[in-house]
């Protein structure tokens, strides 16, 4: 059994009051441990990118708490919150969220403790755009941009990785380069929470957990599972 890293426990999130009220998390519970590579599915609106947005530290959580290795991120002040989105985990956007006026280069250097050229360069190496490096972020395709995103992702060197809907505004070539590095990157060692609408992605997971309608509504191991390079959508 692998170890528990992450334990999100009855996460609840509203928006609007009274009659407008609506549930974004409804008590969700989801487990995540270590190696991982879990998908969460579900259908648009479903909850997926709130409960991400909040195991990454970005969303208020209204009440529930997220064990991270042990620490409730959700007693965490600002500070402490900084340094676990900066130390403990990578995120991945389904825009890529680049910054537009400055280099691939120095997107991948962005964070601070993220400034070594040599990794930079290494890991721009490793997806495959070393040579684009000087370019800008709209000088790219969108599937080299979300590998761009990557890299700067892993030069976080947590070993977490978030993604929300990756392959979202890829088309399907890239789609597959981009779920392929993920496969490389979750065989390394690195633990992955991918959150898709899209069920064949799901083949690439050891655990998938469906949403509905800002809940759990089911969780299961996946026995048979697919490569990247197999997966059609
Ligand atoms: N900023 C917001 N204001 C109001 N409602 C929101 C906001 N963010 C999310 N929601 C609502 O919360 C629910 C879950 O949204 P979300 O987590 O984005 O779902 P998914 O990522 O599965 O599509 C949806 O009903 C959505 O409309
Ligand atoms: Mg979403």
Known sequence: MEKLIIEA?????????????????????????????????????????????MLGGIDKVESGEIKVYDQD??????????????NTIGFVYQFFNLINDIT???????????????????????????????????QLSGGQQQRVAIARALNKQSDILLCDEPTGALDDASGKAVLKLLEDIHN?????VLVTHTREIAGMANRIITMKNAQVVKEEYNDNIVKAEEVIW
């Not at 500070?79 to 900066?86: D, F, G």
């Not at 495959?128 to 709209?138: N, T, Y």
């Not at 390394?188 to 992955?192: A, L, M, P």
């Open 9 to 53: 426990k009855d996460l609840v999130k509203t928006y609007g009051e009274g009659e407008g009220l609506t549930y974004a998390l409804n008590k969700v519970s989801i487990n995540v441990y270590e190696h991982d590579f879990l998908v969460i599915l579900g259908g648009s609106g479903s909850g997926k990118s709130t409960f991400l947005n």
């Open 73 to 86: 991120i959700v007693k965490f002040n600002d500070k402490q919150l900084t340094l676990y989105r900066r």
């Open 104 to 138: 691939v280069l120095q997107n991948v250097m962005l964070a601070p403790g993220a400034r070594d050229k040599e990794r930079a360069m290494a890991l721009l190496e490793r997806v495959g755009l070393a040579d684009k490096k000087d370019k800008f972020p709209r």
């Open 188 to 192: 390394e060692g690195k633990t992955i």
